[in-house]
């Protein structure tokens, strides 16, 4: 079983670094083929050792090497395959390899197609690292090593211009690949502070220690750290106010979209509340506050979706409400539903963003849905992915979705927070509504995209590679009752009250009546075509909320713009007239004085006799006082 | 009475001459002259300081500079003869050949 | 009594001496009485019961190296006055005044220390000679043999150095030394 971890871990790696050797060199199809092959052994690995875990009920812990020994800091290099991790694994490695299949045909035309392999590659290395590790110190490698590979891979386009942003809110792939790193460097300052209060008050990062030693921490500290870890996870998981990054992330290629901006990536944030569930457990002021602007974010990103025109954002925004969802049930103490709604919502969303990459390889990149419509005789199976997906996003019965959101739905309304629940139903409906205007808007109605495109299907093999996710989009749901059992034996269980039970029925009514009812009204609005409402789209909420309740421009003013005049004056005022004047003075110092001081190299040996003799003197004069000193 | 001090007064003052002789000196020959007025001195102040400790180590450091000294001037001599066949004069002056 | 008469004249005629050796333009003064002041350091010597330093003294210093300068003095023009530029006589002054004072009153102080030990003590009734004698070939046998060597070493040095074109004349210019052939061609 050690093996197979290790073999779950590092076959990644080796097709990163075998894809790296081909970093440099044009298009070879066999790169992408071995490195898809050494992630699905990853994922055999993972799924053998999820079945371990599932028969035998017990986590297995290794530990490669000692890593850190400093004083009393002992980090080894261990890694944990518990039912937490185990499921992450298997999802990520999952849609890592259909991913990367994926790929295989969605990059065919790229001249950077090995490097893209060695990014992908890498990512899931250090995906798989953040959730193996059996300390805090490797997940935070992991979390850096992630978001190293995002920014890698959102400015893998990296050439395209700077333009305004009016014309493409992202501005380019290296603009946004920046502002993720960056927002997610606040973060993870954040989650570095949490690191350091736990080391500092409990002197170990093993999660075993650290929780065990939970119950002699004061409540401040607890709540400090909680906090702390909590706004780590707020950045890589785009929680608002840093959410802002995920959907300019957007600008990177549609498979890193599905793979890291969808299904695993953001999810850290998520899988580090639920990997510390025993902190946040303990700090119910910080699990409310996460579970409110889990609702919060879960409504504000789906209004945003609502008006939006560009195929990606969209699914970007729901990614980001469905992220609200899982923090919702976090923090509402129900981790093992907000961890099942991570696997249901991996599989869908990556489904749906693969099925966008479909469709803009179609189009010539076109992203508008305004400007498609129609696709559905070419693109036939796309357009049942997509359903698929988007009836399991919604929320429609027996798909994986509706399991899933509708044990969070409930959580709420169990939790008694009547408000976050009510919220949350509008969401789904709110939710319908987008993912279906979406679908109809491009695959319904009269064609409204120039001539000149013609649009056709993707290869086969990139269609028979994303069966297993539409598979997995439908069937997710009925695995509910087997995961419960299999995950509560590390995560504590929550289950409905009586009450809550005797009302299920009509809670699922409500919210499949506003499921329901959004895709109704986007097939009324839609099905049949656009037709534009220059009312509707010149009224200031639709444009408050096109131009995401303008926070981008608001970051942009009050923050980016403020700080480049600081930094500017700094360079111009602090750095050059005094920390350069300093260095400059001192080489400026040396030069003269060494100017000045050649013109006692005369060449004539008797001034040297001179200035020979005047340091005798001195050396005398110096002894003489020493000596009276003394 | 002499004492040490009269001995090692003296010895510092024709050290000092020396030293004048070698600031003020241009010409080659003349700074080797100094230079054995100064090593001169120091003998006496060996040999003084030698004679008040009862201590034979003073002489032993005398002879060992006389036998220095007898070495400096044969190589010293030679090389000044080298540099008057170059050059033709000895005068410091006249070989600025290293001015920085 | 007649050791301080002796000291102050020695101390008198030796500073004098030594100042005509530093300040003469003629180079033949300068040896002279840098040559009469080395007798009278052996003087010194003699007076304070370093015979065998006195004698080497007046053997080495006085007998050879004077005898070396004198020897080299010839390859130049010793006749004629030394032209030069003497350095800034007041910095001259400055410098060596200085050293000469404190000096002067380092020496001047009085000695504390008690704690001096003679490391190879003279002894009662022995000689001088003697006495050295003893130290120099044990305790100073190294020593004494490494200078042996390096006195050797310059010999060797100062020969070729000095030796080679000896056949030309240093002072004279060759236009003058075909002339005495002339001259003797003539005859």
Not at chain 1, 131 to 150: K, P, R, T
Not at chain 1, 182 to 206: D, H, K, P, T
Not at chain 2, 50 to 79: C, K, P, R
Not at chain 3, 132 to 158: C, H, N, Q, R
């Amino acid at each position: 079983m050690e093996n197979l971890v290790y073999i779950a871990l590092f076959a990644p790696f080796v097709g990163s670094m075998f894809a790296a050797l081909f970093g440099m060199s044009p298009k070879q199809t066999f790169v992408g083929i071995i490195a898809s092959s050494l992630l699905f052994i990853s994922f055999a690995a993972s799924a053998v050792l999820a079945f371990h875990v599932y028969t035998t009920g017990t986590a297995i812990h290794v530990t490669m090497m000692e890593w850190i020994s400093a004083g009393d800091l002992m980090i080894p290099f261990g890694f944990l395959v518990d039912q937490v991790s185990v499921t992450m694994m298997t999802v990520v490695t999952l849609v890592s390899t259909v991913v990367h299949i994926y790929s295989i045909g969605y990059m065919d035309h790229d001249k950077s197609f090995n490097r893209f392999f060695s990014y992908l590659s890498a990512f899931v290395f250090s995906m798989m690292i953040l959730v193996m590790s059996d300390n805090f110190a490797g997940l935070f490698i992991g979390w850096e090593g992630v978001g190293v590979c995002s920014w890698l891979l959102i400015g893998f386009w990296y050439h395209k211009e700077d333009v305004a942003r009016e014309k493409n809110p992202s501005i380019s792939p290296s603009w946004a690949a920046n502002e993720a790193f960056i927002v997610n460097r606040i973060a993870g300052l954040g989650m570095l502070i949490g690191i350091f209060i736990i080391y500092w008050n409990v002197g170990s990062l093993q999660y075993d220690v650290v929780f065990a030693d939970l119950p002699n921490l004061s409540s401040s500290v607890l709540n400090a750290a909680a906090l702390a870890l909590f706004i780590g996870a707020m950045g890589k998981s785009a929680q608002f106010p840093l959410h802002t990054w995920l959907t300019d992330a957007m600008e990177g290629p549609t498979p890193v979209s599905a793979l890291i901006h969808a299904a695993t990536m953001v999810t850290a944030g998520v899988f580090l509340i639920i990997r510390a569930n025993p902190i946040f457990s303990m700090t119910p002021e910080v699990s409310f506050f996460i579970a409110a602007l889990g609702t919060f974010v879960a409504f504000f990103a789906a209004s945003m979706a609502l008006v939006n025109r560009d195929l990606k954002r969209i699914i970007a925004f729901s990614t980001l409400s469905q992220l609200g969802y899982m923090f919702a049930a976090a923090g509402l103490g129900a981790y093992w539903i907000a961890l099942f709604h991570l696997a249901a919502h991996a599989f869908f969303k990556a489904l749906l963003f693969l099925g966008a990459g479909n469709v803009m390889h179609a189009m010539d990149d076109e992203l508008d849905i305004f400007k498609m419509g129609g696709l559905k005789k070419a693109m036939n199976w796309t357009y049942i992915y997509m359903g698929v997906a988007s009836l399991a996003l919604a929320g429609i019965p027996i798909f994986a979705g509706f399991f899933s959101k509708d044990a969070i739905i409930e959580t709420a309304f169990n939790e008694g927070t009547y408000v976050l629940w009510a919220i949350l139903v509008l969401t789904a409906g709110m939710t319908a509504f987008y993912s279906f205007r979406q679908v109809f808007l491009t695959f319904h109605g009269a064609k409204r995209y120039k001539d000149e495109i013609h649009p056709h299907e993707m290869y086969k093999f990139v269609l028979i590679a994303m069966a297993p996710l539409a598979i997995l989009a439908v069937i997710a749901g009925f695995f509910m009752g087997g995961f419960q059992t299999f995950v509560t034996k590390l995560l504590p269980n929550y289950e409905m009250s009586h009450h809550t039970h005797e009302l299920i029925v009509v809670l699922t009514a409500v919210v499949l009546v506003f499921a329901v009812g959004g895709i109704w009204l986007a097939y009324k609005k839609y099905a049949n075509g656009l037709k534009r409402d220059e009312k509707l789209e010149n009224s200031f909420l639709y444009k408050l909320l096109a131009n995401q309740y303008y926070i981008p421009q608001f970051y942009e003013e009050f923050i980016t713009k403020p700080y480049a005049m600081i930094s500017e004056k700094m360079w111009k005022d602090i750095d050059m007239k005094i920390v350069d004047a300093t260095v400059d003075g001192i080489a400026k110092f040396l030069y003269k004085s060494g100017d000045k001081a050649r013109a006692m190299q005369t060449g004539n040996l008797s001034n040297y006799l001179n200035w020979m003799a005047v340091g005798g003197v001195l050396l005398l004069i110096v002894a003489a006082i020493s000596a009276m000193l003394a | 009475m002499i004492g040490l001090s009269h001995y090692l007064i003296v010895s510092a003052l024709i050290f000092s001459i020396g030293l004048i002789g070698v600031l003020r000196r241009r010409n080659l020959l003349m700074l080797f002259f100094a230079t054995e007025v100064m090593l001169n001195a120091v003998n006496i102040a060996f040999a003084a300081i030698s004679h008040y400790y009862n201590d034979l180590t003073g002489q032993m450091f005398a002879f060992f500079i006389i036998a220095i000294a007898a070495s400096e001037v044969a190589v010293g001599l030679g090389l000044l003869i080298v540099l008057y066949k170059k050059y033709g004069t000895l005068n410091l002056d006249d070989f600025a050949s290293m001015k920085g | 009594m007649y050791e301080i008469v002796a000291f102050y004249l020695f101390s008198v005629l030796a500073i004098g001496l030594f100042l005509v050796t530093v300040m003469s333009k003629n180079v033949l003064y300068a040896m002279t009485s840098l040559a009469a002041g080395m007798v009278l350091i052996s003087g010194f010597f003699f007076l304070l019961g370093a015979d065998f330093l006195g004698v080497v003294q007046l053997v080495a210093y006085v007998g050879a190296i004077m005898a070396l300068y004198s020897f080299a003095m010839m390859f130049f023009d010793a006749t004629r006055d030394i032209k030069e530029k003497n350095t800034n006589p007041a910095l001259v002054f400055l410098l060596g005044g200085l050293s000469a004072v404190v000096l002067v009153m380092m020496f001047a102080a009085p000695i504390h220390s008690d704690a001096i030990q003679a490391l190879y003590p003279m002894h009662e009734g022995v000689g001088n000679a003697q006495d050295v004698g003893m130290v120099l070939f044990t305790k100073y046998l190294i020593p004494f043999e490494v200078a042996a060597l390096m006195l050797l070493v310059a010999m060797i040095a100062g020969i070729i150095l000095a030796g080679k074109k000896m056949d030309q004349s240093l002072t004279e210019d060759i236009g003058a030394d075909d002339e005495i052939l002339k001259q003797k061609d003539e005859k």
